[in-house]
Structures are given as structure tokens and as C-alpha cells.
């Protein structure tokens, strides 16, 4: 049965016969982290959304000493190649089939430049992922506002979604609402919010907005959903 588990702020554990993955594996300074960077021995791939600071996080550390792959976008996946890192570049609107199933990348309106010492690097366009797990499909929107293009994830039968609903750099509980029935996901885990003054939300407020949309399931650092 395919998993996933929260780990603070848009971080999340996702996994499911032959996948062990991480999404944006901001570990270290996570105020939220129910886990470090260090317990994560055995990981297969990580998706990076895009190239922000609590997003990026960990990637290097656990990539390194895992061996696991890193998706993204051609932008970071050439900066982090130059670190040693094995990468698997994409594109919004490309869909490849790994041996765990097929992964889309999909729009989000945000930035992703990447800090890198004193510099900022181009990190491309931020986006979002609709992974194939056992048959079952989970989509990470990235951070993100309320887009048009999520219409068209209605005709991908999503099972679980792991939407924003801080606001200020991403979705609120309203527009998160408002992409819940726009999407029509069986279950929609909400994050993003609460990590730092800027983006408190109320998640029970979330839930009342999506009504009977989609099952909400407000999820505490280490808590999973099995889908």
C-alpha cells in the first residue's frame, strides 16, 4: 500500500513498492521536522518542487549519501549535478515512466532561485509533481497560487493531494479550497502553514471551506496516510 508521511512545512516522505522518496526534504531548521536528515538511510529519489531554501534543504546531504536520484527541473538538476549529484531533469508537462510508475511535472506560479553561498543561482520555473505509486496517484503541488491549469488534474482521478494553505507566498484556505474542487482528489492533506508567522492558516477552517469536496486530513509532523 503506497504512503505518505508528513514531515513538517511541504516536506513529505512518499512511499510505495519501489519507491522510497522524499519531496523537498527541508530537514535541517525546519521548526516543524518530525525527522532529520540523518534517519533517512535508504532513499530512491527525491523530488525537488524548486529551488528555495525550505524546499532544497537537505537534498545535497541525503542525496550524497543515499545514491538516490534527484528530479527537477533541467535548471537545478544542472546546478546539482555540478555538486556530484545523479539527477533526472523535467520539464512542466513532461511525463516519464520510472520503474515505480510515471511521474508529471505540472505548473505552479511561484519563483526558484537558489541560494548558493553569497550567490543566486536561476533555478528555473517552480512546479509541482503527480507521482504514480502502485496504480495510485498523489499530487505535491509545489508552492503555489491558485492556477487555471489545476483544472485539468480533475481528468488525472487523483487519490491524495498535498495542497498550500498559508497564503502570503502561496494558496490560502480559501483559494486551496477553491483548487480542492477544481482538482477533485479523493483526500487533501494541507501544508504549508503554520511553520513561520507569515503563513498561519487554520486547517480546520480549510476543512470546513472544502466541505464535502474531498476528505481533509490535516496531518502532524510524522503522521502518514495510507492511500
Known amino acids: 500500500m503506497a504512503k505518505v508521511r508528513f514531515l513538517g512545512h511541504a516536506a513529505f516522505y512518499v512511499g510505495g513498492e519501489g519507491l522510497k522518496g522524499l519531496i523537498d526534504p527541508f530537514l535541517t531548521g ?3 521536522a518530525s525527522q532529520g536528515a540523518e534517519s533517512f538511510t535508504e532513499i530512491d529519489v527525491i523530488f525537488l518542487t524548486h529551488g528555495h531554501d525550505d524546499h532544497l534543504g537537505d537534498t545535497v546531504q541525503i542525496a550524497k549519501r543515499t545514491g538516490a536520484t534527484v528530479v527537477a527541473n533541467y535548471e537545478i538538476c544542472h546546478h546539482l549535478a555540478k555538486k556530484g549529484l545523479k539527477c533526472h531533469p523535467m520539464q512542466i508537462g513532461g511525463r516519464w515512466t520510472f520503474p515505480f510508475g510515471t511521474v508529471k511535472m505540472t505548473a505552479a506560479l511561484h519563483g526558484s532561485a537558489i541560494l548558493d553561498g553569497n550567490q543566486v543561482v536561476y533555478g528555473g520555473l ?12 498523489v499530487y505535491h503541488s509545489g508552492d503555489t497560487g491558485l ?24 494558496m490560502d484556505e480559501e483559494d486551496a479550497a477553491r483548487a ?36 481533509v486530513v490535516p496531518l502532524r509532523p510524522g503522521q502518514e496516510l495510507l492511500f
Open 147 to 170: 492556477t487555471k491549469e489545476m483544472e485539468l488534474l480533475a481528468e488525472e482521478a487523483i487519490d491524495v493531494a498535498l495542497l498550500p494553505i498559508g497564503g502570503n507566498f502561496v
Open 30 to 32: 525546519n521548526p516543524q
Open 126 to 137: 517552480a512546479g509541482g509533481f503527480l507521482i504514480e505509486i502502485e496504480g495510485k496517484k
Open 180 to 215: 480542492v474542487r477544481m482538482i477533485g482528489p479523493e483526500a487533501v492533506v494541507p501544508m504549508h502553514y503554520d511553520t513561520f508567522d507569515l503563513i498561519r492558516a487554520d486547517a480546520d477552517r480549510f476543512a470546513r471551506l472544502v466541505g464535502t469536496a474531498s476528505r
